[in-house]
């Protein structure tokens, strides 16, 4: 090969190749790590170093799995992410749920102990305002649906049965649990916790489902309603 035939990389180019996204496209998605797929998908390159930290943040604090049960609500809550990144991400592992669905490779995951819940849930540790968010089951205590019914109040019993109860009749769950945070990391429930959750049971079995727990989410684990003895 003659001396002219060889073009020297410059160190621009190279750079360039090592890029997670240049590397994604030359070698497929299986070459990077997940903090490096996450920062693909955090936004552009021009902001590499930054993302890449948030990416690794992010998965030290929820893993993967914590990952894609963040609602949107959670995604734009955290540091250093617009409603645009928050709305893609969202849009990313919604887009994988819905292709493990039809391809049939996976159940639904079972939540038959207060722990599998409050893994779904746990989330809601870090959030500055009280959410209140429902997980529908059915027969097997499989996962039909998970929502976030209210955001901001300064307590549970603001929200109406009727708002927790309209996706049970929706998504034709057999029985469902209600999880809220307490931003102040107390996990006991208050007597207003207590005195909702009974009334919120009373009209689910009007209807013919059955509350089967309440947790109370903080700082340091959760509380099951259930597991004191309380519901």
Same mark, same amino acid.
Request: charged share 25%.
């Given at each position: 090969?003659?001396?002219?035939? %060889? ?24 070459? !990077? ?20 930290? !948030? ?5 030290? &604090?929820? $893993? ?16 250093? =992410?617009?409603? *645009?990144?928050? *709305?893609?991400?969202? *849009?990313? #592992? ?9 391809? $049939?490779?996976?159940?639904? /995951?079972?939540?038959?102990? /207060? &722990?599998? @819940? ?21 027969? &097997?205590? $499989?996962? !039909? ?5 209210? %955001? ?8 109406? /049965?009727?708002?927790?109860?309209? /996706? @049970? ?7 469902? %649990? ?20 009974? *009334?919120?049971?009373?009209? @689910?079995? #009007? ?7 309440? =947790? %109370? ?15």
């Amino acid at each position: 090969m003659s001396q002219e035939q %060889i073009r020297p990389i410059s160190p621009r180019n190279l750079l360039r190749a090592l890029r997670p996204r240049e590397r994604l496209l030359s070698h497929g998605p299986t070459s !990077l790590s997940q903090g490096e797929l996450l920062a693909v998908v955090l936004g552009p390159e021009s902001r590499a170093e930054a993302l890449h930290r !948030l990416a690794r943040r992010l998965l030290r &604090q929820y $893993g993967l799995e914590g990952l894609a049960e963040l609602p949107a609500s959670a995604w734009r809550s955290e540091q250093g =992410l617009g409603d *645009a990144s928050a *709305a893609r991400l969202c *849009a990313v #592992f919604e887009l994988g749920r819905r292709t493990y669905a039809v391809n $049939g490779e996976g159940e639904r /995951p079972r939540l038959s102990r /207060p &722990q599998q @819940a409050y893994r779904k849930v746990r989330h809601l540790a870090r959030a500055r305002k009280e959410h209140l968010v429902g997980l529908y089951l059915d027969a &097997q205590n $499989g996962l !039909l649906h998970q929502e976030t019914i209210s %955001i901001g109040s300064l307590n549970t019993t603001r929200t109406h /049965p009727r708002e927790i109860l309209y /996706p @049970a009749v929706k998504h034709l769950a057999l029985g469902f %649990i209600l999880a809220h945070n307490h931003p102040s990391g107390c996990l006991d429930p208050s007597p207003e916790d207590l005195e909702f959750t009974h *009334a919120v049971r009373r009209g @689910a079995e #009007f209807m013919g489902i059955e509350l089967y727990d309440h =947790l %109370i989410v903080g700082r340091d684990g959760y509380t099951s309603m259930r597991e004191r003895g309380l519901l």
